[in-house]
């Protein structure tokens, strides 16, 4: 499995940007992908994943709201919509993916597959 993510950039405050994630691969069944962010000086954070398949989409309590996560499944790409950015979303996002869900997605030590990361800052 390969992960290219795309899309991130410098927006102030109040903006959006939208994060794809170009996913290749033998076989898509029972298969999830996510999004973390790695802050400057900071740990790697969840902040969404769901099924490939699935309908539910779980998202860290603080881009609740203000983040959208999407797949297309033709193009084979994950989206990450970003609204209403703070500046404290100035991070590194990562795109993950992994065979199996586990309930634990928020842990990144359950993500086999990550991409290269897109940064995103955004200025106050």
């Known amino acids: 499995v390969q992960l290219q993510a795309s899309g991130g950039g410098l927006v102030e405050a109040g903006g959006s940007l939208t994060l794809s994630c170009a996913v290749s691969g033998s076989s898509f069944n029972n298969f999830a992908v996510g999004w973390f962010r790695q802050a400057l000086g900071k740990e790697c954070e969840f902040v969404s994943a769901?099924?490939?398949?699935?309908?539910?989409?779980y998202y860290e309590d603080s881009v609740k709201g203000r983040f959208t996560m999407s797949r297309d499944i033709a193009k084979k790409t994950t989206i990450l919509q970003l609204n209403s950015l703070k500046p404290e979303d100035t991070a590194v996002y990562y795109c993950?993916?992994?065979?199996?869900?586990?309930?634990?997605?928020?842990?990144?030590?359950?993500?086999?597959?990550w991409g290269q990361g897109t940064l995103v800052t955004v200025s106050s």
């Open positions: 993950t993916a992994r065979y199996g869900w586990s309930v634990s997605y928020y842990d990144t030590s359950t993500w086999a597959y």
């Open positions: 769901c099924r490939w398949t699935g309908s539910s989409t």
